[in-house]
């Protein structure tokens, strides 16, 4: 018998029910917002298969739970939604085993004095060098991207741009001393050039063209070095 895994589908679509809030709040709704709103909405378990039928005959893709203030704020942008609010990072649950993933976390490692090179050799104020690491849940291991603010020949120091649910007993602004053992992946999107960004290659090899054009825009990426 083929017993397909559930997934979590929100019904409404998470993103309607969004936008339906803020219009009716008349002003952005606030990362606490979207949060509760998020852990209150109505979910539907479904075969992969049947979610994303319910995809297509929607017209769009909802919101990524884990990455709901990110995809919202990603959502509110293309849709000329204003003020416009930071985003913060976008963190990704990996399956560190797969083969792919495995050179791409090597990649990163190995190219490490590179990324430092770039951190020192810029600073424009737009310049926002990013790193992966891992926090270590009870359920299961996730990768967060932070922002460098600081960084030494052994290691770096790096802020948290947003708190996801999983996250709770932290705040937005947090640091935290990161390894060079512990790095998982580093990035610099600079201008719509990204440089680094190793396991989100390694993602964006398994897409198709349109996919990865969905992506790109979704990064603001129009280069890879």
């Not at 909802?62 to 849709?79: F, H, V």
């Not at 992946?185 to 190793?198: E, K, L, V």
């Amino acid at each position: 018998m083929n017993e397909e895994k559930l997934i979590p589908v929100f019904v409404p679509a998470l993103v309607a029910i969004l936008v339906n809030l803020e219009d009716k709040k008349g002003s952005p709704l606030s990362y606490e917002e979207v949060i509760e709103i998020r852990d209150n909405a109505n979910v539907m378990m479904m075969e992969k298969t049947h979610a994303d039928a319910l995809s297509e005959s929607r017209g769009y893709d909802d919101i990524d739970p884990e990455n709901c203030w990110y995809d919202w704020q990603m959502y509110r942008r293309d849709a000329g939604r204003t003020p416009d609010l930071d985003p913060g990072a976008k963190i990704a649950l990996t399956n560190s085993s797969d083969a792919r993933m495995q050179q791409a976390f090597a990649d990163a490692q190995q190219s490490l004095p590179h990324f430092r090179k770039l951190i020192h050799g810029n600073t424009d104020k737009d310049f926002f060098p990013l790193i992966k690491t891992k926090f270590v849940l009870a359920a299961s291991n996730m990768f967060v991207w932070l922002r460098v603010v600081e960084n030494s020949n052994t290691g770096f120091t790096g802020e948290l741009f947003e708190v996801p649910a999983e996250l709770r007993d932290y705040e937005i602004g947090d640091t935290f001393d990161v390894e060079d053992a512990a790095i998982i992946d580093w990035m610099i999107n600079h201008d719509g050039t990204m440089q680094g960004g190793y396991t989100i290659r390694a993602h964006r090899a398994t897409l198709n063209a349109e996919e990865q054009a969905k992506l790109d825009t979704h990064l603001g990426v129009s280069r890879y070095l």
